[in-house]
């Protein structure tokens, strides 16, 4: 059989391509790095993969706010065969900045009547780009990215990464729908290792089929224990990092 094919999309701006791509073929996937003004041109280009990723980085300089440049790009010129990949069973997976783009394009938590955008990732409460590790917990969804996982610790690194919704009292009803999977987590000491102010200390959310997930942390950034700054006398050297399991479930899933 085939490998699972991943369209890895890259842009002015994009710095985790390389990284990412990387991480679906550890996985055991075909990864092809594609720059979004040649899939504009040749949209039939996604017919050949299976996933589509949007990853990290600060497309078009994250000039006007984080990701929109890009969002509007591909909702003005790729909207319509996006939709086709994502209703065609597709994988979307947006990291960081690529969350910030799947929630501005409406590929991820839109209004089903009107289309648009009903969260969106607001400046962290900090004023500031935050840079660090944080703690994870993985709750009960249909999302194929987390299957299987818990607890895990990733890094984030945004100035852009805070979770608010149109309507507040949304919160409940996608938690219940299972599509706020991944949440932050308090560390030992029970202190809330949220690094942006999130509502409800959303890290990432998906869509009702749990096949388009976004998140802020960069699961591409821990592939092996050694990547981990407290590694040494704690995780086995041998043994993959946390992320690695999302891009492993990301290829299981489209075998």
Not at 20 to 36: P, Q
Not at 214 to 243: K, Y
Request: aromatic content about 6%; glycine content about 12%.
């Amino acid at each position: 059989m085939l490998a699972p094919r991943a369209l890895v999309l890259r842009a002015p701006g994009t710095n985790c391509d390389h990284e990412t791509a990387h991480a679906f073929e550890r996985a055991g996937g075909l990864a092809r790095r594609i720059h979004v003004r040649a899939l504009a041109e040749r949209p039939a280009l996604l017919d050949d993969f299976q996933i589509l990723c949007i990853p990290g980085g600060f497309s078009y300089g994250d000039d006007i706010a984080s990701g929109r440049i890009l969002a509007v790009e591909l909702k003005t010129r790729l909207g319509d065969a996006l939709r086709r990949f994502r209703d065609g069973g597709g994988l979307v997976l947006g990291i960081c900045n690529g969350f910030q783009v799947l929630l501005q394009t409406g590929l991820l938590l839109a209004d089903p009547v009107t289309h648009e955008p009903q969260a969106a990732l607001a400046h962290n409460t900090s004023g500031r780009f935050v840079d660090r590790w944080v703690r994870l917990a993985c709750a009960p969804s249909p999302c194929v990215f987390l299957k299987g996982l818990g607890d895990l610790e990733l890094p984030v690194a945004h100035g852009e990464g805070r979770f608010v919704l149109r309507d507040p009292a949304q919160l409940a009803a996608l938690r219940a729908a299972g599509q706020l999977p991944i949440t932050y987590a308090p560390d030992d000491a029970g202190v809330s290792t949220n690094p942006n102010g999130a509502v409800g200390d959303v890290a990432g959310a998906c869509d009702p089929t749990g096949r388009v997930f976004g998140m802020m942390p960069h699961p591409e950034r821990f592939l092996d224990a050694t990547q981990h700054p407290a590694w040494p006398g704690r995780l086995d050297p041998a043994a993959p990092g946390a992320g690695f399991s999302i891009f492993v479930n990301a290829v299981k899933a489209t075998a």
